[in-house]
């Protein structure tokens, strides 16, 4: 053999062995999976301030799970294991719980890399005891169905995980009118959550909406669609005062999805930065409802086809860019941020709640044990607050090819959500809201100024400086991705 056509093909051989070896650290895996989360009936729903008994299911709830992982040169993975469930929020503890059933079966998955987000459905299972006066026989505990979701989850995550194979990921933007701000503000300055604007008082809604509908899509090598993730800005509360079992309007956009891309299609339903958001429209809710009538649809299904029409848009697009190499990046964090203090007009007021709450259900027989808990957690923290002057939080930031993902366990506010999207260096960003803890209500700054549920102290632990200070390190996370190579 002649020395140069020797050093060509040891040059050639190298070349493809560097080239395989780049491909071997660049593969993304994906892994998809789908449980159902139905507890046995009867059983207490979760999200209204009275009990709820639900002895009907208007249709499954549902958990979805897509797990990435990504190897990396140094022999280690970075992994993302994200998972939807058609729950009110995260209870504390929950998360914990599911991390630790995962670790034992799949030793394998980082258990701070699993994202447990609620699609914030008021027509689902309660899961924390002592919170409603619920019958002890008969009934599907709280606590039973915490362990039938944990047990459920951490098998779909386990499946998704032993099923991963070689994908890739695309990305798009829809738009669907879905949400209108709910908190309605009056000519004396005072806000309220769903008042009434046919009146002279009324003056605007509050705050920011917003109709994106952020979309990612997963792959698998021969560009079949295995899973989608839809971002929408609007909690699955359309049908939150009914008492029966209802995943709300995402079960719709999910079978509507699956009529397009097959019965085997997962989807996740995140919620984005929606804590002053509804379905349920302000104003114009006659045209609105003679025009779904019109259509002979139902409110749930006529919002499930706007926002699979919106991804359908996505769809068309993200279709033909589909990224097999699309860098993964996963940081997680505690983020301290500062409570809202109680004060001692507060607490005059929680008490003062309290009795008039009690002297109501003795005289009328009624159950308001749900509302004065709410009022007694407000004076409990009056007592720990110098001890505890920061809530605590665990921040998720995610770097997926050209977009961003960020979670937070709040009912955000929605103009925090559209801060961080405006300010992010990445291409197109995902605000997931209700991951992992009690974090209930951030309100603006604005917000608490007018009050109202949602944005006095009963509803918040952290106040308009902690929602700066989570929007800004946010922020500084997402970007801190885009700035190193």
Not at 246 to 256: F, K, L
Request: aromatic letters at 8%; one cysteine or more.
């Amino acid at each position: 053999m002649k020395f140069s056509t020797f050093y060509k093909i040891l040059f050639t051989s190298l070349a493809l062995f560097a080239g395989l070896v780049n491909h071997t650290f660049a593969e993304l895996l994906i892994g998809q999976s789908t449980t159902d989360i139905t507890p046995e009936l009867p059983v207490a729903l979760s999200g209204q301030f009275h009990t709820r008994i639900a002895k009907k299911i208007e249709t499954p709830i549902t958990a979805s799970v897509v797990v990435l992982e990504k190897k990396l040169a140094n022999g280690e993975s970075e992994q993302a294991i994200l998972v939807s469930c058609d729950v009110v929020i995260i209870r504390d503890g929950i998360l914990a719980k599911l991390r630790e059933k995962v670790t034992k079966k799949s030793p394998d998955i980082d258990p701070e890399k699993i994202i447990l987000n609620a699609t914030h459905t008021h027509t689902a299972p309660v899961m924390r005891e002592g919170s409603y006066k619920i019958p002890k026989t008969g009934v599907t505990q709280p606590s039973e169905f915490v362990e039938l979701l944990t047990d459920r989850v951490a098998e779909a995550i386990d499946k998704a995980w032993k099923n991963k194979q070689p994908g890739g990921v695309s990305w798009g933007l829809g738009h669907a009118v879905i949400a209108q701000n709910r908190r309605i503000v009056f000519t004396d300055g005072k806000t309220k959550m769903y008042g009434k604007t046919a009146l002279p008082s009324f003056k605007k809604l509050e705050g920011a909406e917003d109709h994106g509908v952020e979309v990612l899509f997963f792959f698998d090598t021969d560009k079949k669609l295995l899973a989608t993730a839809v971002n929408v800005a609007c909690p699955g509360q359309e049908v939150a005062g009914r008492s029966n079992i209802n995943a709300d309007y995402w079960h719709n956009v999910r079978e509507q999805l699956k009529e397009k891309h097959g019965n085997d299609l997962v989807v996740l339903s995140w919620v984005g930065a929606a804590g002053d958001q509804s379905p349920r429209l302000m104003i114009r809710k006659a045209a609105n409802d003679r025009m779904v009538i019109a259509a002979k649809q139902t409110h749930l299904k006529e919002i499930g086809r706007k926002i699979a029409r919106a991804v359908d848009d996505a769809w068309q697009v993200a279709k033909n860019d589909v990224h097999f190499d699309a860098p993964l990046i996963h940081t997680v964090r505690n983020l301290d941020l500062p409570i809202r203090r109680v004060t001692k007009k507060e607490i005059a007021q929680a008490k003062t709640e309290i009795t008039n709450l009690k002297a109501y259900s003795k005289k009328s027989g009624k159950d308001n044990q749900r509302k004065q808990l709410w009022n007694q957690k407000t004076i409990d923290r009056f007592a720990q607050q110098d001890n505890h002057p920061y809530y605590s939080i665990e921040l998720h930031v995610l770097r997926l090819g050209d977009i961003a993902i960020a979670t937070n366990p709040f009912e955000l506010f929605t103009e925090y959500g559209l801060r961080m999207k405006a300010r992010s260096k990445s291409i197109q960003t995902f605000v997931i809201q209700h991951t992992g803890a009690d974090g209930m209500y951030l309100p603006t700054e604005e917000a608490v100024s007018g009050g109202g549920y949602s944005a006095i102290i009963n509803s918040n632990y952290v106040g308009s400086a902690g929602g700066d200070l989570l929007t800004n390190e946010t922020v500084k996370g997402i970007n801190a991705m885009w700035e190193k190579k």
